[in-house]
Each structure stands twice: as structure tokens, then as C-alpha cells.
């Protein structure tokens, strides 16, 4: 049978109704999908219109798709009910291998040939939750973040059984869900926005174990410095702006040595030529066309507009001179 | 003699006018101080006002204080001269140990008695640089975020010799100046939000020296994730709202585990009782009197209004359904 294409899906499903399932289930909603539902708690239909109700004012100001209605959301009692006829299934079941194992094994015998399974989870990789599938090749992650209704971010990323046509497919259709999709190569513990966000995590877990820091010191020094760039530009370019007109490279050789010093406790790689060109490239490559005065001049217009946004701007703020 | 009030301040002596201490010197004439400045190099003056010039249209917006003008910027031939009407002194020399010793001992000498030094230095503690000057004791560091006159945050801490009374003031003075403080009990390498950041930075090289992910992959993973939420609430806080009506003590207890994993290369301190109650204590005292059901809304609302301003609503990307 011939698979939707991806700009021609209306019905998904998405199993597992809880803050992530339920996060996916607002978004498709607003996105204009027809959504079908299906979790074995008792009272989980309830609880999902409630959460969906509560994500609507937020969804709406995001801006709805064209004839996107909550109303367009079908709660049903089955796992085969809910895949018989679905275009896309989202998993968002809890985070336990075994219930995942099987889940998926029944996903994939309930739900039309072909039809591509996306978990979301966040802590198992694909290759050990397939292995009980009759058609593996059609499972992969869609990783997303919470709220999945807000946060953009999906991490793509098959198992070893994964057919790459479904990983290009998925990619494909997140992207036309008004989803912002990152299609990672290969399985990694933790993809790549965890890990990065873990890193942090961890050395401000050892900075409040050794009083280094309050809770309250780490969460300012975020909100109040480096956090307000990175709503819109990433810690590479960012970085890389640092280097004045020598971008990246004069960074790195500049601030190279400071990778010796005891600023965390990560030791960092080796500044290699290997790495310098692969960051420097890198830079440049997302960069594009734009030059360095052109991205220091989005820095300084996005950490306004952002400071502006969440009403901190000095007249905003009360006091100042 | 007596000291000049932290709010009485009004005029202010910059030494060292590259992009940081230019930055300053921006940021205190938009906040509407008189400046001083002094620089050794032949063209300090025409590329200082050329970066003031620069930044005066992000100035306007952020919101001038009353009778802030460039015309208040002084820049003047020597050391001696610009310190000698001082209120307050910031110091933004080349980050090389033994300059930086000297230079604030010249400092001390040529600034009025009891008036406070404050260095931008990221890299060295002020007890190694203040060995040098004859009254050490108004000598600590106020180290800023690029540009200084964009993001609010300094952290300031004194050095060994510095007296308490010199770092309230200063904290005091930065946040009349419009600035958003951390003043920190004791030195630590890299501070505060530097350590995080660093964290972040040397898994990201680790991922790219390995082949893991792209500069590309992690800017966007980060810009389309987590950085959306960091732009106006920490990661403690944010980590916090992960635990539903539970908060930071459910989610150390549900995600605890996967501190074990491998999920960056830093490893985790232990998560015992006390590390668990400083993380629920602290988040309690963040909140205040915020509900976690506040806290969502209000993280929801920031994500929706970071995004219309940094133009990525789904209405306002090209595509979408």
C-alpha cells in the first residue's frame, strides 16, 4: 500500500495521554490534525481534555491552524482502535524498557503497513526497543521537549532496525507539524539537547552539594547572562562572537588555553586542528551569508527584543537611575 | 573621608576601552553617568566612540536614563587623570595575571581613598591580583557578560584582603546602575555562570570532536529547546516544573537514576539527602510564593512571548500546516 505523504497526513495517534502525550495531543490539535487517543488509565480522558483545555489559551496565542478544533480529538478504548486507522503514532508511554519492548511490538501490529511509530522517550535507544517488533523498520524516537506544545525541538533518531526512508519520512513530517527537527545520525544516550542540558545540570548539582552556589545563584546567572542568547542563538555562534571580527577561529585560539583551567569540572578535549576546523567550519556553515557585524547586530536586537518580551528592559524593571 | 552613596554616584572612571570596557562605558553613559575613560593605546579614543556610537541605537531602545548622553564620555591621557575625580573605578585590562597586579596597584594609588576598584576579569581570583596595591581592601571583581550593556548580569566577589563593606557597596552600586548582581561568598574559578556555561561548552566540543552532533545540531538543539525556557527561568527552576505538583523533590526522586547514566561526560555528584534538600529548599525559596500551577503558566507565557519576539511563532515561520 502506498504511504501518506507527510504533507498529506490528517489522522494521528498518540498513545500514552500523560504531560508528554497529552503536550503532543494539544499540538496536533492546534496544528489541525485529527487526533485519536488511547491510554489504560481509567480516568485518562478526563484528565487529557483537561490538559488539552489548559494548553488552549497558549496554543491559541501561538496561532491555530486553519480548522483546528479540540473537537477533533477522539478518546477510545482500545490500543487497536486507536492505531486501525492512523497516518502517524506518537508513544508516549512511561519510561520503563519492558512495557516499551511490548508496547511497541503491539503498536506495530495494530497499526497499518507501512505507517511510521515514533516514541518519545527520552532515555531509550531505539535499537532495544524494537527487538519484539514483527516490522521494526518503521520504528524510531521523536524525541521532544516539554511542553511539546511550545518547545519546538524534536530529536529524530532510528535504531539499528530502523529503515532510513522512515527516519527521512518522520523528519519530514514533524517539520510540516511546525515542529523544529534536529535528524541525528546515529543513537546517542541522551541525544544532544539532553546532554548538553545534563552537562550543566550536573555541575550545578556539584556546585549546591558543595556550596559553591544557591539554587537561586545558579537559576539568575542563567536568566540574567547566558541564557538570554541562547533563546535564539546557540552557544556556538554565540561563542564565536566573542572572537570579535576573527569569529570562531580567533576564539578558539584565544580562549583555547582557558580549556586547562578548572572552570568546571569537565575536562575538556583536546583543541586539536581536527576540532578547531570542525568548529570553525561549523561556525561559518551556520552562519551562511551573514557576517560577524551582522550576527553581533542579532545578538544585541535579540537579547532586547527578548529582555523586552519578559518585561525586563530598565523601565520595565522598577527602580534603576 | 566620607564615601559616596552607592546611589549618589555620578561619576565613573573606565579603564580599558576594548569591547568589554567599552561595553561599560556605554552601559554607565545610557544609565546616565558622567565617564571618564583611559586607554594606553594610540587610538583608544576614536574606537571607543565608535563603539559607543555603535551601540547608542540598542541603548535607545533598551531606554535611556534621564540626560544620558555620549557628550558626558571624557577620555583622557592618563591613568592618573582619570582616576582622580573617581566614584567608582572598573577595570577592564587584557587578561594577563601580572598586568592586571600592577595596573590595579597603579589604580589604588592614583583613585580618591575608600572609593571602589572593580575588576572585569573572567579569568584570575582578586586575591592573586591585589597583591600588589598598597590599600587592597576597596579591590574586588565585578566580572560582566558581553556586551555590558545588554546583559544585566555581574558577578561580583572580593578577594582574600577585600573588605565585606567594599563588596556590599559595589553590589549595591551595580544594581542602582542597572545591573542584575550574584554576589558570591567566596571565589571559584569561572564563577558562577561561566562554570554552567563551560559545562555546556566542553560537551559540545567533546560531541563534535566525536562526531556526535554538528555545530549546527547543537546551536539548534539548544535555540529550539531548552534555551527557549533559560532566557527567564533557570535550570533548577525549569527541572523543578518537571516534577509536576511534586516539584524539584519528585523529579530528584523520578529522574534521580539517570544522574547514573551516561548522558554527558561529567559525572554526577551523589544525589544524598542533603544535596536533595538544598535543591528542594532552594527551588521552594525561587518560587516564593509562586504555585508550581503559577509557575507553568508563567513558563508557558515566557516560551509563547520569546518566541513572537525572536519572530518564530508558527505564523510567523514561513511553512507550517
Not at 489522522?11 to 496536533?28: D, E, M, P, S, Y
Not at 497499526?111 to 514483527?134: K, L, N
Not at 527537527?181 to 546517542?188: A, D, G, K, N, Y
Request: with cysteine; net charge negative; aromatic share 6%.
Amino acid at each position: 500500500m502506498m504511504i501518506t505523504a507527510p504533507t498529506d497526513v490528517r489522522r494521528i495517534t498518540c498513545v500514552g495521554a500523560g504531560v508528554i502525550g497529552g503536550g503532543w495531543v494539544a499540538h496536533f490539535l492546534a496544528r489541525g490534525y485529527d487526533v485519536t487517543a488511547w491510554d489504560p488509565a481509567e480516568d485518562a480522558e478526563e484528565k487529557l481534555r483537561r490538559l488539552v483545555d489548559a494548553a488552549w489559551p497558549a496554543l491559541t496565542q501561538l496561532g491555530l491552524a486553519e480548522g483546528a478544533s479540540r473537537e477533533r480529538l477522539t478518546v477510545v478504548g482500545t490500543l487497536e482502535e486507536a492505531c486501525a486507522e492512523a497516518q502517524f503514532v506518537q508513544e508516549s508511554a512511561p519510561e520503563k524498557l519492558e512495557l516499551k519492548r511490548s508496547l511497541l511490538a503491539q503498536l506495530d501490529a495494530a497499526t497499518p503497513a507501512g505507517v511510521v511509530i515514533a516514541s518519545s522517550t527520552s532515555g531509550y535507544p531505539m535499537t532495544d526497543m524494537q527487538t519484539e517488533a514483527v516490522t521494526p523498520g518503521r520504528l524510531l524516537v521523536g524525541h521532544p521537549f516539554n511542553p511539546p506544545y511550545l518547545i519546538p525541538l524534536v530529536e529524530v533518531v532510528g535504531g539499528e532496525a530502523t529503515d532510513e526512508a522512515a527516519v527521512a519520512w518522520a523528519s519530514e513530517f514533524y517539520e510540516v507539524a511546525g515542529k523544529s527537527v534536529i535528524t541525528m545520525e546515529r543513537e546517542l544516550p541522551g541525544f544532544i539537547a539532553n546532554r548538553l542540558q545534563e552537562a550543566l545540570w550536573r555541575e550545578a548539582l556539584h556546585m549546591v552539594a558543595n556550596g559553591e552556589a544557591t539554587v537561586k545563584e545558579i537559576d539568575d546567572s542563567i536568566t540574567e547572562g547566558p541564557g538570554l542568547r541562547w533563546a535564539f542563538m546557540g552557544p556556538c555562534l554565540t561563542f564565536a562572537l566573542a572572537g570579535g571580527e576573527g569569529g570562531m577561529g580567533h576564539m578558539l585560539d584565544h580562549f583555547g588555553p582557558s580549556l586547562k583551567s578548572p572552570w568546571t569540572r569537565l575536562e575538556a578535549p583536546e583543541l586539536d586542528k581536527a576540532l578547531r576546523d570542525a568548529m570553525v567550519d561549523g561556525c561559518d556553515e551556520a552562519a551562511g551569508d551573514r557576517t560577524i557585524a551582522d550576527l553581533v547586530a542579532e545578538r544585541d536586537q535579540g537579547v532586547i527584543d527578548v529582555l523586552r518580551a519578559t518585561g525586563r528592559l530598565p523601565g520595565q524593571r522598577e527602580g534603576g537611575q
